[in-house]
């Protein structure tokens, strides 16, 4: 099974998230985003599969530690899975030319999420 980096400024979502996915037989770190210093601190440590990041977060924005990854030729593989409940198209398309794997709407429910994140590890 799957290394899931789980990084959202919400205790409640990252317990959420975490889980199902534990249930579903992956590997889940969950990062309270407090800056992007100490979400790169876990990435390296954790050395994940995949990353389920929210967009909108105060001290790491989304957008941000995505261009990170994507930058980084250590996590040229790392799938990037944006669950957020900002859905605007122009975000959406902007995000997807970061070259993200998916992004889907936090309000779709946590069996929507298991079955996107099966599809991408």
Known sequence: MARILVVDDSKM???L???PLTEAGHTVLAVDPLSIFE???ALYAFNPDLVLTDYWM???NGETLVKVIREDPNFHNV???VC???GEE???ERMGQLHINGYILKGKGMQSLVERTAQLV
Do not use: G, T
Request: charged residues 15%; hydrophobic residues 50%; contains cysteine.
């Open 13 to 15: 979502f990252r317990m």
């Open 17 to 19: 998230a975490s889980a």
């Open 39 to 41: 979400v790169l601190k």
């Open 58 to 60: 105060p001290n790491c």
């Open 79 to 81: 799938k990037i899975l």
């Open 84 to 86: 957020s409940s900002h």
């Open 90 to 92: 122009s975000l959406v």
